[in-house]
């Protein structure tokens, strides 16, 4: 066989080891930045959530605490119409001390609903709603046995307690008339459902606590969760400094919310955050 009819034989080359592991190197350090990025987003992406159900929970709490603060001792009649004696303990709360101090963590509220009615008729025991308010088959959703409600006219404010709710027409007792004077005109007459709420701190059976609220003595209902503490100042009539327990109710002129709050761990921390509202009192700064 001639020399230009051999086949040429080609030399096949690899990767040797030291070539493998620089590789193998250079792959792992990729893979590592990668990691520490990826796990860099996820606590950022937790802390994010964190801070905004933070936020959230902040939001809730101080707008639905404010409102009913606001309202403490307020009802559709005007501030300066006198108070009938119907019931003295509740008339007595109603007007001078709308927010009661159960401690340093808790208070109670009391004012009118936000929505009133006006009257078309009236006597000492019962009145009538005016059905361009609220309908007859309405009323029962609105009113029940044994619920405390708020008549009024432009000169007197009275509480009574209702006996009976028949259609559009509701008896109460004590004897008030809120049309029975010269004062009381259709369109100053009216009455509201009271309303009393309490606020507090609880342990929420997740393993954390939250906020809530009880309105007219029942079961505490949860408002915004991850609230681990609530702490309450006041403001009185005449002073510069918030105090926590004021020498009398019936002076408090602003109230101070303080709440403690706690998000997701990030990096093994817990996310503390402290946020402070301060409410005035419209019917003791009027």
Do not use: K
């Not at 964190?50 to 939001?59: C, K, L, P, T, Y």
């Not at 006597?123 to 009024?152: G, H, K, M, P």
């Not at 309303?195 to 393993?207: K, V």
């Amino acid at each position: 066989m001639s020399h230009a009819c051999r086949p040429s034989r080609h030399r096949v080359a690899g990767f040797g080891l030291i070539e493998l592991m620089i590789a193998l190197v250079l792959g792992l350090l990729v893979i590592g930045a990668a990691f520490a990025v990826f796990q860099s987003n996820q606590n950022t992406y937790r802390a994010n959530e964190g801070q905004n159900r933070i936020q959230e929970s902040v939001r809730t709490a101080f707008e639905m605490m404010s409102r009913d603060l606001r309202a403490a001792g307020g009802g559709p009649c005007s501030n300066a119409s006198q108070m009938a004696t119907t019931d003295a303990e509740r008339s007595l709360v109603y007007r001078d001390t709308p927010v009661t101090i159960n401690s340093t963590t808790e208070l109670t509220t009391i004012s009118a609903d936000d929505a009133s009615y006006r009257l078309t008729a009236a006597t000492t025991n019962s009145v009538t709603l005016d059905n361009r308010d609220i309908s007859a088959d309405q009323v029962s959703d609105v009113f029940r046995n044994e619920d405390w409600i708020l008549l009024c006219n432009a000169n007197w404010t009275a509480i009574v307690q209702l006996t009976n709710v028949s259609g559009s027409v509701l008896t109460y007792s004590p004897a008030f008339n809120p049309r029975g004077d010269a004062f009381a005109t259709p369109t100053t007459a009216s009455v509201a459902r009271l309303r009393n709420t309490r606020w507090l701190t609880a342990d929420n059976g997740r393993g954390g606590r939250s906020l809530y609220v009880a309105r007219a003595g029942g079961a505490p209902e949860e408002v915004a969760e991850n609230v681990q503490s609530l702490a309450i100042t006041y403001l009185v009539d005449g002073a510069s400094q918030y105090v926590t327990a004021p020498a009398a109710n019936s002076t408090i002129t602003a109230v101070r919310i303080n709440l403690v709050l706690r998000g997701q761990d990030v990096d093994g921390a817990p996310l503390i955050r402290n946020a402070s509202n301060v409410v005035s009192l419209r019917s003791h700064t009027q």
